[in-house]
């Protein structure tokens, strides 16, 4: 393992979640036409491998990672 890598495995041990923020600049409507295409996720991020779940209040949505490399 690259000492790089150890060490972010080391900061996210036992960390459940992980928050970002962005600010994009189009209408949220066609923001979430493309968030929520999750088939698509592997061609434009191959970090996301898979996504499974809907969308919908009180509904859970899982997310499959593979870091490239």
Same mark, same amino acid.
């Given at each position: 393992?690259?000492? #790089? ?16 923020? #962005?600010? #994009? @600049? ?11 295409? +999750?088939?698509?996720?592997? @061609?434009? @991020?191959? +970090? #996301?491998?898979?996504?499974? /779940? ?14 490239? /490399?």
């Amino acid at each position: 393992m690259k000492p #790089i890598s150890l060490v972010g495995v080391l900061l996210l041990a036992g960390c459940t979640s992980v928050q970002t923020q #962005i600010e #994009i @600049n189009a209408p949220a409507k066609a923001v979430r036409t493309v968030l929520y295409k +999750f088939d698509d996720y592997p @061609n434009w @991020n191959p +970090f #996301i491998v898979k996504v499974d /779940g809907s969308v919908a209040e009180g509904r859970d949505v899982t997310v499959s990672v593979k870091p490239v /490399g």
